[in-house]
């Protein structure tokens, strides 16, 4: 026989899963500012350490890859974020998650190519509404970051630039 109750909970997990890490690691790595803001509630909070306030004024300008942006950033080649598999507790309509994340960074300064490498973790507070689950409060906190002064490419290797969300590849897979 079905256990609806655990049914209803893994569906509850996996809806939870993609907004904590899924769309959130693709709303940064492509700059879709809508995709960011569509994981969190209207009235989340967050807290970066650099900033402490309401999620979607936040992420209204996070989109590094946008000259229209304070946040456009000509230097930057490319960037990803992977968030690991979450910690989930499910409480009824509430939920906390832990989630551990590992990003990487490709710039070019005055002519000089660089990386960098950062390791953090995100603590979550996230709320079931009429919208479904979304974040309601973030905690980041960053475990570490190196920077590299140069970086080696790898001949031959394809290496993604001009990331945002009027790419070729992000508008295919926004259709799937």
């Given amino acids: 026989m079905l256990d609806e109750q655990a049914v209803q ?3 509850d997990k996996d809806a939870i899963a993609e907004v904590v890490g899924l769309r959130y690691a693709r709303g940064l790595d492509w700059g879709d500012v809508e995709l960011l803001q569509s994981c969190f509630h209207p009235d989340a909070v967050v807290d970066y350490g650099v900033f402490k306030g309401n999620a979607h004024e936040f992420f ?16 930057l080649l490319n960037q990803f974020h992977y968030c690991f598999p ?15 994340s590992w990003a990487g960074r490709r710039f070019n300064r005055d002519g000089k190519n660089g ?6 973790r995100y603590i ?26 140069s ?3 790898m001949p031959g290797f394809n290496f993604m630039s001009g990331q945002g969300p009027s790419h070729p ?5 926004s259709q799937i």
Avoid: C
């Fill in 60 to 75: 209204a300008t996070q989109n590094s890859y946008d000259p229209q942006q304070p946040t456009y950033d000509p230097g």
């Fill in 151 to 153: 970086m080696d490419t």
């Fill in 124 to 149: 979550d507070t996230l709320e079931r509404r009429d919208t479904g689950w979304k974040i309601s409060s973030r905690h980041v906190f960053v475990e570490f970051v190196h920077i590299f002064d």
């Fill in 169 to 173: 590849f992000y508008r295919r897979m």
């Fill in 9 to 11: 909970r893994l569906i």
């Fill in 115 to 120: 990386q960098a490498v950062a390791g953090s």
């Fill in 86 to 100: 979450p910690q989930i507790e499910i409480d009824g309509d509430t939920a906390h998650s832990e989630v551990y």
